[in-house]
C-alpha cells in the first residue's frame, strides 16, 4: 500500500511541472552621456531648491509636502503595502484560536443544568517549498517598491510646484512690461493729440495711436488672466487655499536664480537614485518571488494542527494534514502561467523604466545648453532693438519718421523683451526638469542592482 501511494504521489508531481520563459530584465545603457553635462561645484540633494534662495519657493514646497493630495495617496498606498507585508509576515507563525461556550437548559423535571467548554485550536503551515517564505518576501519587497513610488510622486510634485512658481513669476514680469507698454502708448496718444490740434499731424496718426492703446489693454488684460490661472494652478498643486497661495504670491518678486549642481558621468550612477527605476527593479523581484510561490502552490503542502479542551486535560488533538492539489482542472497551472507573464512584463516594464530615465537626462542636457545659449541671445536681442527704437524715437521727435514707424520699432523692443523673460524662464525650467531627470535628489535607504534582484530570489 505504501509503495502504491508512492508511486500515485511520483505521477502527480511529475505532472506538476509547467514550461516557464525565463524573463530578462538586464538593459545596457552607454557609458557616458552624449551631451556635455552643466560645470556645477554642489552635488545633487534634497537642499537644492532651498540653495536657489527664494523664501516663497521653499514655503511653497514645504506646503506641498504636508498638504498635497496627491503624496497623501501616495503615503497611504505606502501605508496599505507595509500592512499586507506585515500580514503576509505573520503566516509563518502558527495561528491559535480559542472558543468559550456556556450553556444553561431546564428538564421536564424542573432540573437546572449548566455547561459551559473552553477550546484551544493551533495550526501551522510547514513551509516545505518556502511558498510562506516566497510570499512574505513578495510583498515586503512590494512595500519597498511603494516606498520609492511615494519618492517619485514626491519628486514630481516638488518639480510641478517649482515650474507653476517660475511660471506664475515670468508671467508677473510680462504683465509688468505689458502694463509699460500701455502707459507708454497712452503718452504717445496724448501727445499725438497734441499735435493733431496744432495742425501738426494728420487725424489718421490720432485713430492709430487710439488703436495702439486699445491694443495694449488687451494684451495686459490677457496677460493678468493668464497670472491669475498660473496661481490658481500653484493651489491645486500646493493643496491649499487661493487665499493662502495669493497671500506667498504677494511677498518678493522676480525670477529665482537656479544653482548648478553636478550630474553622474555615468548613466548607471543616475539610474541607481532615481525613484521610479528602483521602483520598476522591485516590482520586477517581486514578481519573480510571486512566480515561485504559484510554483510551490503545484505540490502538497503540510500544516500541523491541534486542540485541546481547557475544561478536560485529557481531552487534546494533535497531527498533521497533507493537502495535495489532485485535480482543479489545471487552474494551478494555468496560475503559474499568469504568473510568469507577469515577471516577463514586469521585466519588461524595468527595461522600459530605464530607458525612459537616460532619455530624459539625454533631452533635458540637450535642452538645458540649447536655453542657456537662447538667454544669451535674448540680451543681445533686447540690447539691438532698444538701440533701434532710440533711433527711430528721437527721428519721430524730430519729425523724420512717421508714427507708424515708431510704433513698429516700440512693438519689437516689446516682443525682445518678453523673449527675454520667456528664455529666462526656460533656463530655469531646465534645470527644474534636469533635476527631476537625475532623480531630484532622492536618496535611497538601499539600492539592488537587477543582478541582486534576481540573485535574491
Known sequence: MKTAFSLVGACLLAGCSVPLIRPNAQQTVAEHYSTAKPAGSAALDVNWWSRIGDPQLTELLSLAQTNSPDLRSAAASVMSARAQAGQSRADFFPSVTGQASSTVSDSDAGRRSETSSMLLDASWEVDLLGRVRNASRADITRAEAEEMSYAGSYVSLAAEVADDYVEYRACRLAEADYREARASQQETLEATRSLVDAGMSANSDLSLAGANVASAQINLTQQHADCQIAAQSLAKAVGVSQGQIDAILAKGGGLPKAKPFQVAAVPADMLRQRPDVIEAEK???????????????????????????????????????????????????????????????????????????????????????????????????????????????????????????????????????????????????????LYKAVGGGWVPPTQLSPAKSKAAT
Open 283 to 433: 516590482r520586477f523581484a517581486a514578481s519573480l518571488l510571486d512566480l515561485k510561490v504559484a510554483q510551490a502552490n503545484l505540490y502538497p503542502s503540510l500544516t500541523l494542527g491541534g486542540s485541546v479542551t481547557l475544561s478536560d486535560a485529557t481531552s487534546w488533538s494533535f497531527g498533521p494534514a497533507l493537502s495535495l492539489p489532485i485535480l482543479d482542472g489545471g487552474a494551478s497551472k494555468s496560475k503559474v502561467r499568469v504568473a510568469n507573464a507577469d515577471a516577463l512584463t514586469a521585466a519588461e516594464s524595468y527595461r522600459s523604466a530605464v530607458l525612459t530615465a537616460v532619455a530624459e537626462v539625454e533631452g533635458a542636457l540637450t535642452r538645458l545648453a540649447a536655453a542657456r545659449a537662447n538667454v544669451a541671445s535674448a540680451e543681445s536681442l533686447v540690447q539691438q532693438y532698444q538701440a533701434y527704437f532710440d533711433a527711430v524715437d528721437e527721428d519721430w521727435k524730430a519729425g523724420g519718421a512717421s508714427l507708424l514707424d515708431r510704433e513698429e520699432a516700440r512693438r519689437q523692443v516689446q516682443s525682445a523683451r518678453i523673449t527675454r523673460i520667456t528664455q529666462r524662464r526656460t533656463l530655469l525650467g531646465q534645470w527644474i526638469t
